[in-house]
């Protein structure tokens, strides 16, 4: 998720999956997949810094778990109270 600023509103936090298209009009408009827009205090050169870091973070996440082997759960036996 990216976390934006509505136009004299609130930040919120967006999927950068979602964004179909980004105007610049003098404001800018982000547009979802289902029609949705959202008009934000960011610039699209912003905007775009934020999707890149975003999918950076997730391609260095895999790459991560690709090198790590994932280490086996810990499992804890608890003795039952003898009655």
Known sequence: MILLTRLNGP???????LIERV???????V???GGNK?????????L???VREY??????S???FEIEPASPPRLRVIPLPAD
Not at 11 to 17: G, H, R, T
Not at 38 to 46: A, P
Not at 55 to 60: E, H, I, S, T
């Open 48 to 50: 775009l810094d934020l």
């Open 11 to 17: 930040p919120f936090a967006l999927n950068p999956d």
């Open 55 to 60: 999918r950076g973070l997730v391609v260095a």
């Open 38 to 46: 959202y008009v934000v205090s960011e610039s699209i050169d912003d």
């Open 62 to 64: 895999v790459h991560r």
């Open 31 to 33: 547009t979802l997949i």
């Open 23 to 29: 105007e610049q009009t003098p404001d800018t408009v």
